[in-house]
């Protein structure tokens, strides 16, 4: 690569920098093909951060933006920060995932990563209620 086009490539944001992450931080662990905590809650209108940590084995996560039993045409009713589909992890690697919810309902997150067998079974849920 010349020097040219170097100085032209921008210097990658910082994706969560300690002033854009959400005031709840809630940390997930995935381990022997389980999501712990299995349920998670949040409010109407709540920004999170899941910290989602592989202990041991390779794993995927995928948080689907719709509602449980969602009808064609449904809005989602969670947003993401990054749009990923799959955030895949290494062992011990942990990856930020920030939320907003914008509807209630209950929504699953699952394995997404063929890591096993099992994986089939590991499945967890966001529950969105309604904001007080």
Known sequence: MS??????KSPKPEAHSPADRPSRIIPVIAKNFTFDPVTIHLKVNEKVELDVTASGQPVGIRINPFPDGAKANT??????LFGEDCYKLKPNEMVPIQIEATEPGTYTFSCC???????KTMRGQIIVDPAS
């Open 3 to 8: 020097a040219q086009q170097d100085t032209q």
């Open 75 to 80: 809005p989602p009713g969670l947003s993401f």
């Open 113 to 119: 990563k063929g890591c096993g067998a099992d994986r």
